[in-house]
């Protein structure tokens, strides 16, 4: 399933939490430094309790945006 990304922010907000980390996932196999995947990505680990997932895409999207709230509030 392709998306972009927002229709990656809907399926956040919807709660499909699965689908957001399996579609980010082959998207950053192809763009691995694309920080609107990491977060996207991290935040949703972050809230199926997967922190060690979530950690390691939040602090890549750090170092690619360390400016970036959004990243730092997750």
Same mark, same amino acid.
């Given at each position: 399933m392709k998306a @972009?990304?927002?229709q990656l922010? %809907? +399926?956040f /907000? @919807? !709660?499909k939490y699965v689908d957001v980390i399996e579609i980010c996932e082959a998207a950053l196999s192809h +763009?691995?430094?694309t920080y609107a995947l990491l977060e996207l990505a991290g935040g949703a680990h %972050? !809230? +199926?309790e997967q922190y060690e997932q979530a950690i390691r895409h +939040?602090? /890549?999207a750090l170092l690619i945006r360390p400016d970036h709230y959004i990243a730092h509030s997750n």
């Open positions: @972009n990304t927002e922010h %809907a +399926l /907000k @919807n !709660k +763009l691995p430094d %972050a !809230k +199926l +939040l602090q /890549k």
